[in-house]
Each structure stands twice: as structure tokens, then as C-alpha cells.
């Protein structure tokens, strides 16, 4: 079974140690952290990988909504809260479920059990030589060895393949859990690579096809235990 890497933001004490509790008694689920306000969850995500995100909405100095809104969030997204009326907007911006407090374990495995649901679509790994990526209403093929990178935005991913650029809707993490690690490296919150299409490196730039790609010390040196091996 696949491991989840999640973080809880939550303000509300008796809330987060009732949702660290359910995650902690989850086996495929491992909590790398809590906070109780957005801005140290969001600085958190911007410099660690981070599959699942539980999220409160109502907090102060930046509500849950407003962190979805303002950022790009390479992970899934479970809402946790107090309040009904925030369901569809939540919905709006593609999170994974809504939980509504006081929820049962029974409800909270319900919702993380989504995320293999929707990766058991998704990824219809015959073999490693190519993945399905969904792209607008259909499920496109890719053939691994021709991506020569891949870069994540807001709302979609962008793959770059030899013969055309391909949009998908699912995100960094998903695209992970498809792809070869071993093929293809993470070398940026915004960028994976196809180490074998990689031309040159200097210092912390890759290029490839005549694009310029950025290494961040996030994945530094994993990328170069990558390559080395």
C-alpha cells in the first residue's frame, strides 16, 4: 500500500489532536507535522513534500479558502471544519472532501480513502514504459521516454514531451506516484526532469532542449544522488 506524507493546519487544540489521533491510527498515513496557524503550514509546504493536506477553514491572519486561493499546493486537500456554508466553494477549488466537524473515523477514512480512488483512475501503470494523465475529459497515453520535463502550475501541470506539450489536471504528487523515480526527478517545487533528455548542468541550472531549468537546495541533493547513481 502507498504511504501518505500529511500535515494538519488547525487552530482549534481539541480539533487537532482528534485529527492527529485518526491520522496516527491510520497506517498508510504519516504525519511530518501540525500547526495551528496557515502561514507556518504554507511555509512548511513550500519546502517539503507533502502528499495531504488537512485543512481548517476559520483561523486567523489567513483563513483556509484564502490559503487555497493564493497559493499553488502540489498535494491533495481534506477540509476540516466547523461550518456547512464553505462546502462549495471548497469544492470550487478541487479539494479531496469536506469534512465536517465533529466527523467519525469512519467519515475520515472515508475521505483519505479518495485519494486511492482517484490514483487507481489515474494511473494505470501497464508497465513503466508509459502512464495515463487525465487531460480535460479523457485519459491521454505518455510515453515515459519521450518527456523531457515536466512544470507544475496553479491549476494544471504541464508536460513537455519531444513532439507536443501535454496539460494535464493532476498535480505534482499524483504525477510522482506514476512516474519512475529513477527516470524521472523532482528538481523543483515547479519543475521534474527526464534525467536521460538532461544536456547539461551548471551550478544550479539544467538545460534541456534548449530550456533552462532550475535546481533548488529542497531537492538538491537528491537530484545528484539521482544522477550519480
Do not use: W
Not at 502561514?39 to 507533502?50: I, R
Not at 467519525?104 to 513503466?128: G, M, T, W
Not at 523543483?188 to 531549468?213: D, P, T
Amino acid at each position: 500500500m502507498i504511504n501518505y506524507s500529511c500535515i494538519i493546519i488547525e487552530d482549534e487544540p481539541l480539533a487537532l489532536e482528534r485529527t492527529k489521533g485518526f491520522v496516527e491510527k491510520t497506517p498508510f498515513l504519516k504525519l511530518l507535522g501540525t500547526f495551528d496557524n496557515a502561514l507556518e503550514g504554507l511555509t512548511f509546504l513550500k519546502s517539503n513534500q507533502v502528499n495531504l493536506l488537512f485543512l481548517d477553514i476559520n483561523m486567523d491572519e489567513l483563513t483556509g479558502i484564502e490559503l487555497l486561493k493564493s497559493s499553488q499546493l502540489n498535494c491533495e486537500v481534506i477540509i476540516t471544519t466547523a461550518y456547512s456554508e464553505y462546502a462549495l466553494t471548497g469544492y470550487e477549488l478541487n479539494v479531496t472532501d469536506y469534512l465536517l466537524k465533529p466527523f467519525s473515523y469512519e467519515r475520515f477514512l472515508q475521505a483519505v480513502n479518495k485519494i486511492h480512488d482517484k490514483k487507481s483512475v489515474y494511473s494505470n501503470e501497464i508497465n513503466s514504459k508509459y502512464i495515463f494523465v487525465k487531460t480535460e475529459n479523457r485519459l491521454e497515453k505518455v510515453n515515459i521516454d519521450d518527456i523531457l520535463f515536466i512544470e507544475g502550475m496553479r491549476d494544471y501541470s504541464r508536460i513537455h514531451t519531444i513532439t507536443k506539450k501535454i496539460m494535464t489536471l493532476q498535480n505534482f504528487s499524483e504525477l510522482e506516484e506514476l512516474l519512475p523515480a529513477n527516470l524521472i526527478c523532482r528538481v523543483h517545487k515547479s519543475y521534474m526532469v527526464s534525467i536521460s533528455k538532461i544536456e547539461e548542468i551548471e551550478r544550479s541550472r539544467i538545460k534541456i532542449s534548449n530550456q533552462i531549468i532550475p535546481i533548488s537546495e529542497t531537492y538538491r541533493n537528491h537530484f545528484f544522488s539521482q544522477i550519480n547513481s
